[in-house]
């Protein structure tokens, strides 16, 4: 594809993660920044499909997605299902010759996902994996900050993330009954992305230590303790835990550099930054200083942009999916790879992986 070529888009799983996507494509198709058309959606769920179809004005509606990928009406497919899914429809994507975003994670285990990656490969399809928080407004930020300033050499990284259970998902809810499910819990479905964050500022994880926590009846981890050391001799460590309390989901992540400190708070009741650069007073940053770097980061100039995309742009719940999507859509048009795509999606789950046999050992374990 090159220039502004029209793309065909169709949705598999409109659930939470699907619903977000249609709101942010749809944001994206009304303010002219991308060439697009959502023409189908595809979901088990009869009634939900019908509804959603309506209200997103979507032509076409299928309760087998097979029909969707084989439609010559679609180019691109996103995959937001459950994990247990995503391997086949990627398959079947790949072999329909469609460009593929894939939700995280993209499958249970490292293997698998080196699998889908060579399948793509195999079939040159384009693809993205849903490490959204690549995009986030105030990590793009900190970047922004450590290769604009002297904050020195990395020394220590730490990431608290606390999520309540997400019970409402198809998926955690069979976990109660399907025993069959090995592993992932909150490291494979919440922290994966955490983990991505951590290779993207400081580079190859090459080694980890790991204990896992199992304090629900779900049968998967609800708490995993991480540390890690890079290539680069920066020593990462990550904190997460499923809870029932009554708190707003938080990831907190603090940044130690030789000249420096950087602490993000994401998703709780109060988005910030905050830096302190040695010589220099602390400085908090608020979200509407960050937009400006994401849409630098997109190529993008705020004095062309409609106005009706500002709102979504500064959208906490939906400014990532937006800015991922621009970018793989762009990308797709402009014969460029996106990111992050399947091969990038290898190494976090390389490290999960990893983790939970370290955390079966109880020792430490080289990243091969
Ligand atoms: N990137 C992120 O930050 C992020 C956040 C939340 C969830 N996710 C991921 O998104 C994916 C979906 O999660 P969710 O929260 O939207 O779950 P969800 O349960 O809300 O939605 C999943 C949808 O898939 C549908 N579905 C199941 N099997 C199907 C099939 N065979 N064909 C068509 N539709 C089918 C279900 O009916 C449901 O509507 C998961 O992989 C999850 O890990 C990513």
């Not at 407004?137 to 290769?147: N, R, T």
């Not at 606390?162 to 494979?188: H, K, M, N, T």
């Not at 998703?267 to 302190?276: N, Q, R, V």
Request: net charge negative; hydrophobic share 40%.
């Amino acid at each position: 594809m090159s220039g502004d070529a029209h793309l065909r888009l169709g949705l598999i799983g409109i659930g939470k993660t699907g619903r977000t996507y249609l709101t942010a494509l749809k944001s994206l198709k009304d303010a002219g920044l991308l060439n697009i058309e959502i023409n189908a959606v595809s979901d088990v769920n009869e009634s939900n499909l019908t509804k959603t179809a309506r209200e997103f004005d979507v032509p076409l509606v299928y309760d087998d997605y097979m029909d969707l990928i084989n439609d010559s009406n679609i180019d691109v497919v996103y995959i937001c299902t459950p994990i247990s899914k995503h391997a086949d429809m990627v398959k079947q994507a790949a072999k329909a010759n469609k460009a593929i975003h894939c939700e995280k994670p993209i499958a249970h285990s490292c293997p698998q996902v080196r699998e889908l990656n060579a399948v793509a490969k195999a079939s040159s399809v384009p693809t993205s994996a849903g490490l959204m928080l690549r995009y986030d407004p105030f990590l793009l930020y900190a970047k922004h900050l450590v290769k604009n300033n002297d904050f020195g050499k990395p020394i220590l990284a730490h990431v608290r993330d606390d999520q309540q259970f997400p019970l409402d998902r198809e998926e955690y809810a069979q976990w109660r009954s399907d025993s069959s499910v090995p592993g992932g819990g909150i490291l494979l479905h919440q922290s994966i992305q955490d983990i991505d964050v951590l290779d993207w500022f400081f580079g190859e994880i090459v080694n980890v230590y790991a204990k896992v926590g199992f304090y629900s009846d779900l049968g998967v981890e609800d708490q995993a303790s991480l540390i890690m050391k890079h290539k680069d001799g920066t020593t990462s460590t990550l904190d997460s835990i499923w809870h029932n309390l009554e708190r707003s989901n938080e990831r907190k992540i603090e940044f130690f550099f030789e000249k420096g400190f950087i602490e993000i708070t994401l998703e709780s009741g109060s988005t910030h930054l905050d830096y302190h650069l040695q010589g220099e007073g602390p400085i908090r940053v608020h979200p509407e200083n960050t937009e400006q770097v994401l849409l630098e980061h997109l190529h993008l100039n705020s004095n062309n942009l409609a106005l009706n995309i500002h709102e979504p742009l500064s959208d906490a719940g939906m400014n990532k999916h937006l800015a991922l999507s621009y970018s793989f859509l762009k990308a797709i048009q402009s014969g460029e790879t996106p990111s992050p795509n399947f091969q990038e999606a290898v190494l976090p789950h390389r490290i999960v992986d990893a983790a939970y046999e370290s955390a079966n050992m109880n020792a430490p374990l080289d990243i091969l």
